[in-house]
């Protein structure tokens, strides 16, 4: 399994503000994915990102709103864009396996005012 | 687009006992079923996935079975502990692999000593 890591690992933040979020692998990976959780809900895709490549937005989601960036293979960084009370989540990196598992960070928890 | 329901959403068990969460699926392409553990401020972490070309998988305390026919799939813990507590989600992807993973709404499980 990947080691990823997260930062920040929570914040607290202002309304209208952004705050960028990055994740840091162990291993080189093709695709790396941002998922979200809000409080106490289930874990939703937001976007793929691939290396070299924009990355692919799922439906609700858009790049204004969390760019993200893909700089190389171990590195990608999502942003939440004038962030309202509606961000506060925990918000998630994730890579595949060559097996095709999907692994985890340990989140970032936002909380916005 | 794949749409996972499962249950229960809460489940209180005596240590010892086994728990047992169901999950079912609309999209019959679908033939890769991981499941997460959560615990409290923690990532989702994989602790046992089952593919369609298999119908039950064991590891230690913790089983999966999958009906492909009836497009369901449950977790096993037996003799469960105290640590076994956790938000546990089922989720559902198509071509065995982890891209666009869809979850289920988890199930809070405690185990009560």
């Known amino acids: 399994s990947a080691v990823i890591s997260q930062k920040p690992s929570r914040d607290i933040c202002q309304r209208g503000t952004s705050l960028t979020i990055q994740c840091q692998v162990d291993?080189?990976?093709?695709?790396m994915f941002w998922y979200r959780q809000q409080p106490g809900q289930s874990l939703t895709l937001i976007a793929t990102?691939?290396?070299?490549?924009?990355?692919?937005?799922e439906s609700g989601f858009v790049i204004d709103k969390f760019p993200i960036s893909r700089p190389n293979l171990t590195f990608s960084t999502l942003t939440v864009s004038n962030m309202s009370p509606e961000d506060s989540s925990i918000y998630l990196c994730?890579?595949?396996?060559?097996?095709?598992?999907?692994?985890f960070g340990e989140g970032s928890r936002l909380t916005v005012l | 687009g794949e749409n996972v329901e499962q249950h229960p959403s809460t489940l209180s068990v005596q240590e010892g006992d086994s728990a047992v969460i169901k999950c079912t699926y609309s999209?019959?392409?679908?033939?890769?079923f991981p499941w997460y553990k959560q615990e409290l401020g923690k990532g989702p972490q994989l602790i046992i996935d089952?593919?369609?070309?298999?119908g039950e998988k064991k590891d230690q305390r913790i089983a999966v079975t999958l009906n492909k026919t009836a497009k369901h799939f449950s977790l096993h813990i037996t003799e469960t502990q105290p640590e076994d507590s956790a938000v546990y989600f089922c989720?559902?992807?198509?071509?065995?692999?982890?891209?666009?993973?869809?979850f289920g709404k988890g199930t809070k499980l405690t185990v009560n000593p």
């Open positions: 994730s890579v595949p396996t060559v097996a095709g598992e999907l692994f």
């Open positions: 291993s080189q990976v093709t695709m």
């Open positions: 990102a691939n290396q070299g490549s924009e990355a692919t937005y």
């Open positions: 999209d019959s392409a679908s033939n890769y």
């Open positions: 089952i593919r369609s070309n298999v």
């Open positions: 989720a559902a992807a198509r071509q065995g692999g982890s891209e666009k993973l869809v």
